[in-house]
């Protein structure tokens, strides 16, 4: 619950999991294989680059059976991704390649393109020609200017934030410490030793839960399917942000609560109905183990960090 996640994992199930039946009158093909059906059009020059910010209203259908939808199971929120070279000839980005903002349109994946990529195929797909996505392009940035927006957001996002938690913190008769960043911290058990340093693997205890009291994740509670430590690289992006800053502030032996605003948390991005965008988290952590990375992940330490 604790990773961070890439915002086009949201898709990655339906590109490579999901098919439809034979196409449909009104579809051109591209030189590539793609088979499109432009819905709306709305004038304008400025189409998406490899390498762009898109934001897509996206709907993936088998036959006439909706199977995902940005409208219903992303809150009513366009996912928001990079254009990437796909690894075959006819894929979805060609077609969102070709539309400006304000359009949407039908494209047709070929199954047979998707199988060539080593991709499992389900076995109701045996029969199946291709995945169906009905696409709006909401917005496309450059990455600069996806950066610099991402910014202005979060700064003032982080005022929101740390408005609620001084209330919180108020109400609850709470004195945590705060570091730069706006993590705030509460010590109940202080460990012995130095704090874990990047590059290290701590094992921890944890219970994750929102301002409210309620319980997300935990690995203590067996509702949640997996009661085992978890063990992670500090510093490398394995985790979110305040999970990172918080941990390294702790000897092993130490518990503390944790109090992470979004913009160290999952931003606006979030991740279900239990952790909302810009959704301010609470963790109890114990630290149960600091030491030496295993060589897998020391070697790790050379690549970048995973992008929220």
Partial sequence: MIKRIVPFALLGA??????????KDGFKKTPNGLEYRIVKDVPGDKKPALGDIVELHIITKVGDSELFSTYKMNNNQPVSFPLMQSSFKGDMPEGVMMMTVGDSAVF?????????????????????????????????????????????????????????LQDFFAKNNIKPEKTA??????????GAGAPPKPGQEVTVNYTGKSLEGKAFDSNLDPQF???????FVVGQ????????????????????????????????????????????LMFDVEIL???????????????????Q
């Fill in 289 to 307: 183990d600091i030491k030496a990375a295993p060589p897998a992940s020391a070697a790790a330490q050379q690549a970048p960090p995973a992008v």
């Fill in 14 to 23: 339906t590109i490579f999991g999901l098919a439809s039946c034979g196409p």
């Fill in 225 to 231: 399917g997996h009661v085992k430590p978890l063990s």
């Fill in 181 to 190: 960043s706006g993590l705030y911290f509460v010590v109940t058990k202080q």
């Fill in 108 to 164: 047709h994946v070929s199954l047979d393109s998707i199988k060539k990529t080593g991709a499992q195929i389900l076995p109701f797909m045996k029969d199946k020609k291709f995945v169906e996505y009905d696409v709006v392009l909401v917005g496309v940035k450059s990455q600069k200017e996806a950066q610099a927006e991402q910014q202005t957001k979060a700064a003032e996002q982080k005022g929101v934030d740390d408005k609620i």
């Fill in 237 to 280: 992006g394995q985790v979110i942000p305040g999970w990172d800053e918080g941990v390294s502030l702790l000897p092993k032996g130490s518990k503390a609560t944790l109090y992470i605003p979004s913009t160290l948390a999952y931003g606006t991005n979030g991740q279900n109905p239990n952790l909302p965008a810009n959704g301010i």
